[in-house]
């Protein structure tokens, strides 16, 4: 698989160091599956691509492998890491875990003003199907479970999260184009009518189950993208 073409170019931000747009540049491109699992990236391309020196790339480029984003392979080069779903479900599961606690506090102390940012969220989400934009449509699901957060005075313990959380948004990603995105709106209004009212019970209902209906599609989407996942060897029982 040959060195990236295809690198989406954000713009960087005010007082951003050159090692962190890096890091940000990239991280976007691998979780947005511009830069596909398996493929080859280049410090030099990356480089002249974002119009940077090489050392602030390097530097990305090691805080990437620590995540687990990228593999590097002295002597043979650099390439973006397969998609490893023991990953996937720790992360699914911290999100699982602790955003059932958030909705468990927001559906005691929500205020009206919480309901009326968490509706006009699910209004851009209905305006990114109507165009057909899976890629913001992601991103704006993203934002309405940061403000869950937000509201519970928590958003640092989401942005702690979003490290884990890149492996579980690569899968997002391949999914979300391929089920039916009204489902996604149809759980966010869900839960935001039990969050209105109240209904704890409601709202820890709906939001098991969407934060558990990607297990059920990883096996379809294995069998559509088999090159994007890590393979993974079968153990052997010694005999004794």
């Known amino acids: 698989m040959e060195a990236e073409t295809n690198l989406i170019v954000l713009e960087r931000e005010r007082y951003e160091s050159t090692r962190d747009y890096a890091i940000r540049c990239l991280s976007y491109n691998i979780v947005n599956l511009h830069l596909k699992p398996g493929q080859l990236v280049s410090e030099s391309i990356i480089s002249e691509q974002l119009e940077l020196s090489r050392t602030p790339v390097r ?14 392979m002295p002597q043979r080069g650099t ?8 990953l996937v479900e720790e992360a699914r599961f911290a999100r699982w875990a602790i955003e059932r606690s958030i909705v468990q506090q927001l559906s005691q102390s929500r205020t009206d003003y919480d309901v009326v940012e968490l509706r006009n969220n699910i209004e851009q989400q209905k305006v990114c199907i109507e165009n057909n934009n899976a890629a913001q449509l992601l991103l704006i699901d993203n934002t309405f479970h940061k403000l869950l957060f937000r509201f519970c005075q928590k958003e640092s313990v989401y942005n702690f999260l979003k490290r884990l959380l890149v492996h579980f948004d690569r899968v997002r990603n391949l999914n979300i184009e391929r089920m039916d995105m009204n489902r996604l709106i149809s759980d966010h ?14 709202s820890l209902e709906v939001i098991d189950r969407h934060l558990t209906r990607v297990i059920d599609d990883i096996h ?21």
């Open 59 to 72: 530097e990305a480029f090691f805080d990437l492998s620590k995540s687990g984003l990228l593999k590097i």
């Open 79 to 86: 390439r973006v890491s397969h998609i490893d779903l023991d």
């Open 189 to 202: 209004t869900e839960l935001t009518d039990a969050i209105e009212a109240k209904d704890e019970a409601k």
């Open 220 to 240: 379809y989407l294995k069998l559509q993208y088999p090159d994007y996942f890590v393979i993974k060897k079968k153990r052997t029982i010694a005999s004794f």
